[in-house]
Each structure stands twice: as structure tokens, then as C-alpha cells.
């Protein structure tokens, strides 16, 4: 069985930082599409940053380029979101994800089947 446990969240003020981790147990990151993802009330989830499965390159959409960063450790099956400079904005339940199939690419919901159970990220002003 497939799992995924994210965590890390919080609540911080505009400006802070927070890191997400993600571990993954019953599946290989190895190759495969990784991803952090987000969803705020009444919005459509939305992907932030992944990792391809293809080459390893990352994406980052483009309200969090320059402020997230996101690191895979494929040996320990690890995947973590460093977010600096949090807005009101970035406030949503943050969701790990990956690809069951190897060597796809893209950050779109539809394309990832496993998913962690979300940790609520929340930025005051």
C-alpha cells in the first residue's frame, strides 16, 4: 500500500517561513513525478512546485518562483517545500503528491495518484 505523510505546516505572519515534508512508504520516488500542490477554499487545487520524472528538473508556478523551493532525496523517499516570504495568499491545505507512472512530467492534479492527506498552511497579515 502506497502512503504519503505530509506535514510541516503551521500558522506564521507574512514574511515568515515554513518547510513541508513529505515520506513516502510503499513506493520509489526514483523516476518518477513529485509534487507540492494547494488548495484554498472555494479554489481549485493547484499545483506549486514538482519534480520531473524524466530528468529531475523542478517547476515552480509562477506566484511562488523566487520564495519555494522544492528537494527530493530519492534514497529516503523524502520530498520537502521550503516556502520563505509567505503571503496571505499562499494561506491553503498543502498536499504531496506523486506520479504512479515513471518518467512523466507536468504539475497537473490529474496526473499524480498518490496523495499525502494535506497539512494547512495559514499566512496572517
Known amino acids: 500500500e502506497v502512503q504519503l505523510v505530509d506535514s510541516g505546516g503551521g500558522s506564521v505572519q507574512a514574511g515568515g517561513s515554513l518547510r513541508l515534508s513529505c515520506a513516502a512508504s510503499?513506493?520509489?520516488?526514483?523516476?518518477?513525478?513529485i509534487g507540492w500542490f494547494r488548495q484554498a477554499p472555494g479554489k481549485e487545487r493547484e499545483g506549486v512546485a514538482c519534480?520531473?520524472?524524466?530528468?529531475?528538473?523542478?517547476y515552480y508556478a509562477n506566484s511562488v518562483k523566487g520564495r519555494f523551493s522544492v528537494s527530493s532525496d530519492n534514497f529516503k523517499n523524502t520530498v520537502s517545500l521550503q516556502m520563505n516570504t509567505l503571503k496571505p495568499e499562499d494561506t491553503a491545505v498543502y498536499y504531496c503528491?506523486?506520479?504512479?507512472?515513471?518518467?512523466?512530467?507536468?504539475?497537473?492534479?490529474?496526473?499524480?495518484?498518490?496523495w499525502g492527506r494535506g497539512t494547512q498552511v495559514t499566512v496572517s497579515s
Open positions: 503528491a506523486v506520479d504512479g507512472v515513471k518518467g512523466g512530467d507536468g504539475c497537473y492534479p490529474n496526473m499524480f495518484d498518490y
Open positions: 510503499g513506493i520509489t520516488f526514483s523516476d518518477r513525478a
Open positions: 519534480v520531473a520524472g524524466s530528468d529531475g528538473s523542478a
